[in-house]
């Protein structure tokens, strides 16, 4: 890939902002109010910064469940009750529930060994 050269001279403001040119926000596909990391590396034993943009999380999914939780109560007990509740309804209806990895055992617990001594 062949570099080419792209200059373009930014001037600050007294709050420390600058404007980026056009071209290189279509570069870097970024709009107003999207946020830019700003990297200094070293190349050639010169001090270089780049910029590169920030990936903002995908919120779209955020309060798509308000209207099922209206009107519930959020407390811990509460919430466990309600697991415990379509635990035995999945049961009920045939299937068995999914058991989380953090829970699940290879083999049943047992008393931990005795250690030998050196004199023994």
């Known amino acids: 890939m062949a570099a080419t050269k792209m200059t373009a001279r930014l001037k600050l403001t007294a709050k420390r902002q600058a404007t980026l040119p056009r071209k290189l926000c279509q570069e870097l596909n970024v709009e107003p109010g999207d946020a830019i990391e700003v990297e200094r590396r070293a190349i050639d034993g010169k ?12 919120l779209s999914w955020m309060g798509r469940f308000k209207a099922k939780a209206r009107g519930k109560r959020h407390d811990m007990e509460s919430i466990r009750r309600r697991i415990r509740r379509g635990i035995r309804s999945t049961i009920r209806q045939g299937i068995p529930p999914s058991t989380p990895r953090s829970t699940r055992r290879s083999s ?13």
């Open 47 to 58: 001090a270089v910064w780049c910029l590169k943009p920030v990936a903002e999380p995908d």
């Open 108 to 120: 049943p617990r047992r008393a931990p060994r005795a250690r030998r001594t050196a004199g023994a």
